[in-house]
């Protein structure tokens, strides 16, 4: 009997690996496991799912037994893996267990809640995969006043498209500036400026430091004292890859599960990619990497070993009220900036010693320049 290629976990990582392996070997078995319902939806448009009045089912792309005979591979949903026997290359779920010949870890990450003072944590809703939406769709269906916590990517996208759907919300964050990581104080000015206008009120330099429930009405208390009510709040303050069941393997673990270029872990037959894997010491937990290493595991999985290459990347962030794209380095007092301020938006270069290019942002319609400017940024590397 030939053994399968097991796959725990249905999201982009797990259902891209299955397709770029079917592409090189239609005849050797493949098995996902999945703890959710198996169903193949776009992540990156739970951002704009509130101000487009988008349902979780309307989000689904394939469902789950489509995709399984589209692929012919088999798909176990609402099945949670509890643990790994690297001895016997076998995994495990109640009193059942699944024999491989290689297993590949794309278990993804948990979104993370803030250390908050609270006996009213479980209100706090995230939106991480397409369940996480689903809950939270309904519960602030009838609800006016949101508080998002976090400034970085998703929370900034989240809050804005809140904002647009006609929701009061109130945008905290721990740092002074908007996206602090990834974009220039100019830039990040901006946008927050843009923020007010569009009626999206943004608290920077804050921690919510304690959440209480009186009624149905949240009471959010933040660091400089302040208090504000509200009717539901959302995280979206980070992931934590899911390392628990690699961990309890004995697979080797950092801030996710470690792989090398060619995404295997620390022990043999075993693999790890998405947003749980930490590629030679770096988590990347954006589609396009996702869909490079998909390519090269698919090679490895059909006998020839292939790298991973990850070339410089563009970053895509989804606030209507101004697009913005950029890549390489992109904040730090480090940089220099050639900046051109035009009708249509921003051309921001980034430099260090004046020297060469090492990054870029543009915002609104010059987005337009970003596949050239990311052109020259790839030929300078
Ligand atoms: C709101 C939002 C917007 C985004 N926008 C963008 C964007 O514009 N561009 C971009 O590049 N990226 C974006 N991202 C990031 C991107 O969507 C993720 O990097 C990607 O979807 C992660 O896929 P994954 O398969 O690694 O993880 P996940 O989608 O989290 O999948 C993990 C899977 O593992 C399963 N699983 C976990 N543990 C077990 C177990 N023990 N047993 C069985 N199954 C298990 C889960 O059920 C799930 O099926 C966005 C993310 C969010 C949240």
């Known amino acids: 009997m030939q053994l399968p290629v097991v796959i725990i976990g249905s999201g982009f990582a797990g259902y891209q690996v299955a397709r770029e392996f079917r592409q090189l070997d239609s005849q050797t078995p493949v098995i996902i496991v999945t703890a959710d319902n198996g169903d193949d939806y776009s992540k990156p448009l739970i951002s704009h799912g509130f101000s487009r009045r988008l349902s979780a089912d309307a989000m689904i792309q394939k469902r789950c037994d489509e995709l399984a005979e589209e692929l012919a591979i088999t798909i176990l949903p609402n099945t949670r893996i509890t643990a790994i026997d690297v001895q016997n290359k076998a995994i495990s779920y109640g009193d059942a267990t699944i024999t491989y010949r290689d297993l590949v870890l794309a278990t993804g990450a948990e979104a993370a809640i803030p250390p908050v003072c609270s006996d009213s944590a479980a209100q706090i809703l995230t939106l991480n995969s397409l369940e996480e939406y689903r809950h939270a769709s309904d519960c602030i269906a009838d609800k006016q006043r949101i508080l998002v916590i976090g400034t970085g990517l998703v929370g900034t996208e989240i809050a804005l498209d809140l904002s647009l ?31 007010q206008t569009s009626g999206c009120q943004v608290i920077t330099g804050q921690t919510v430091v ?28 980070g992931l934590q890859p899911r390392t628990v069941l690699a961990q309890a393997a004995g697979l080797r673990i950092n801030r996710g599960i470690c792989v090398d270029a060619g995404l295997q872990t620390s022990k043999p037959h075993i693999y790890a990619l ?28 059909a006998g020839n070993r292939t790298n991973v290459v990850l070339p410089v990347m563009p970053v895509i962030i989804k606030t209507p009220v101004m697009p913005i794209q950029l890549s390489g380095e992109t904040s730090g007092a480090h940089l220099s ?27 609104d319609k010059q987005i337009a320049q970003g596949f050239s400017l990311l052109a020259q940024l790839r030929a300078a590397a």
């Not at 988590?283 to 390519?295: E, V």
């Not at 035009?342 to 870029?360: Q, R």
């Open 165 to 195: 759907a006609g929701k009061d919300v109130r945008l905290v964050g721990m740092t002074e500036k908007l996206m602090g990581h990834l974009l220039p104080d100019f830039i990040s000015k901006e946008l927050k400026q843009r923020f």
């Open 210 to 237: 304690e959440l209480t429930q009186s009624n149905s009405e949240l009471r959010v208390t933040l660091s400089d004292g302040r208090v504000i009510e509200t009717d539901a709040v959302i995280a979206a303050t």
């Open 274 to 301: 998405g947003d749980g894997a930490e590629i030679n010491g770096t988590l990347l937990p954006y589609l396009q990497p996702i869909a490079l290493s998909a390519k090269a595991l698919a090679k490895t999985l």
């Open 337 to 363: 900036w050639l900046v051109e301020q035009t009708d249509n938006g921003m051309i921001a270069k980034a430099y260090v010693h004046d020297e060469k290019m090492v990054g870029y942002v543009v915002t």
